[in-house]
Every structure is written in structure tokens, then in C-alpha cells.
């Protein structure tokens, strides 16, 4: 019985204090979100944002969820999918934002005029 579980920490690489160390790294991480969302940082502020998310995704993905530690074929169908998943919002996006930036405009203009 011991056996086993000493197979599964190696087979995972991580002690309980490294996980500790991931964690607070991410609470570090999500304070300088917090940051700059309340900062003035004009159009500087989504892609600071948008970088600091994906990496946190990438370790959460990475490590918490062990994807690191396991079958190679599991990361790359994790990454297709991801990837799909990315060009199909984009697509989405492109598509239906011109609707969404009318609306957006007409009602500015609607709170404008009363």
C-alpha cells in the first residue's frame, strides 16, 4: 500500500510546500491584477491583463491539474483544443461585433438625448 503512494509522488514531482509556493506565486500574480485594474494604465491595461491570465492558466493547467506530469498525447490534444476553442471565439468575435458595437453606440446615443 505504501507502495503506491510513494509511486504517485514521484510520478508527480511535487512535495505538499511546492504546491504551497505555486499557490502563493498565484496570489501574488492575481494582487497585481488587482493593480492594474485600479490603475492608469489607458489601452495598456487589457493585454497586461490578458498576459497575466494565461499564465496563470498555464500553471494551474501545468501543475495543479498535472497535465506537466502526464502522456505527452494528453497535452497536445489539451492544446488543439484550446487552440479550437481560441480561433472559434475569435471568429465568433469578428463576426458579431459589429453588431455589438451598434448596440452599444445606439444606446449611448439613447442615454444621450434624454
Known sequence: MAHGAEHTE??????????????AGLA???????????ADLGSLMVP??????????VVVVGWFMHLRFDHR????AFAASLTLGVLVT????????GDAADSIRGYREWLNSG
Open 90 to 97: 475569435l471568429a465568433l468575435l469578428t463576426l458579431y461585433w
Open 10 to 23: 514521484q510520478e508527480h514531482g511535487l512535495r505538499p510546500m511546492q504546491y504551497v509556493a505555486i499557490g
Open 28 to 38: 501574488v500574480i492575481t494582487i497585481i491584477e488587482l493593480w492594474i485594474s485600479y
Open 73 to 76: 498525447l494528453y497535452t497536445q
Open 48 to 57: 497586461l491583463l490578458l498576459g497575466l491570465s494565461a499564465f496563470k492558466f
